[in-house]
């Protein structure tokens, strides 16, 4: 049972142009990830592309520094789906990918602590499509670009946060997401570089809430702890002890 927030109403969070994706066919012969394969006993089609492990197969590959970072996804996940926000029903989380893949996460989802873990978890849904391939999903995954997804899920405000955004705070913003019925967030799921411009057009708002670049599961760490603030959910959780 879910208790109603005021005007409060279900936020969405998408890790937008993440770094997450299977190792890329133009690099399938190059010595570094041939013999990662082969370790792995896997065809590099259901690898997931990592820096950490194919950093020089990945020199000359388009948009490199963008790419191959399936930790800040684990992260951010990990700090999303263990929110009060979350535990409420009140979040709905998706990661749409560098390449126009889009997870949807069920808010049931318990990822695994363990990055290896994850990545295999990972590499499962991209093989598969579902996770797990049995029974209810908790992650699914289709082609889908990120202006679709938005369309589907007609969000009434959209916020995009970008260093060269308006400056706000995140206590600012969540007082405005609050006020609206279908609020969307949009977070880089990348390491380095910059929203496509079609990304940034989808907002309604684009934001800066600091003068560095944060990591990503700051950010979503921090925004959904000031939405919770903004509909008041700590105190009417607190209210559940006496």
């Known amino acids: ?10 936020l969405t969070l998408i890790l937008a142009e993440s770094a997450l994706e299977t190792i890329p066919q ?11 394969s082969e ?18 197969a990945m020199k000359n590959l388009e948009d490199g520094n963008k790419r191959g970072r399936p930790d ?3 992260f951010s996940l990990l700090e999303a789906l263990g929110s009060p926000l979350n535990k409420e029903g009140l979040l709905r989380i998706y990661v749409h990918t560098i390449n126009d893949y889009v ?20 590499e499962a849904l991209f093989e598969y499509g579902r996770v797990p391939p049995k029974g209810k999903p908790l992650l699914t995954l ?17 916020v995009v946060f970008d260093k060269p955004g308006e400056r706000k705070t995140f206590e600012e913003m969540a007082l405005t997401l609050s006020g609206h019925e279908r609020p969307l967030v949009i977070v880089g799921g990348f390491p380095h570089g910059e929203f496509n411009k079609a990304t940034l057009r989808l907002a ?29 959910l700590p105190e009417k959780r607190l209210e559940r002890l006496r």
Do not use: Q
């Not at 997870?103 to 990972?122: A, D, H, Q, Y």
């Not at 289709?142 to 959209?158: F, H, Q, R």
């Open 142 to 158: 289709e082609t889908k670009t990120l202006p679709a997804l938005v369309d589907e899920l007609k969000p009434t405000y959209i």
């Open 1 to 10: 049972m879910f208790i109603v927030y005021g005007m409060a109403g279900l």
């Open 204 to 232: 309604d708002e684009v934001v800066c809430v600091d003068p560095e670049t944060l990591e990503t599961w700051t950010v979503v760490s921090r925004i959904i702890y000031e939405y919770e603030r903004a509909i008041s």
């Open 72 to 74: 800040i996804i684990h």
């Open 26 to 36: 133009s690099l399938w012969n190059h010595p570094v990830i041939k013999s990662f």
């Open 39 to 56: 370790r792995k006993g896997k065809h590099p089609k259901f690898i997931i592309l990592d820096r950490s492990y194919h950093h020089y």
């Open 103 to 122: 997870i949807s996460v069920s808010p049931e989802t318990r990822l695994p602590k363990n990055l290896n873990r994850f990545v295999g978890l990972i």
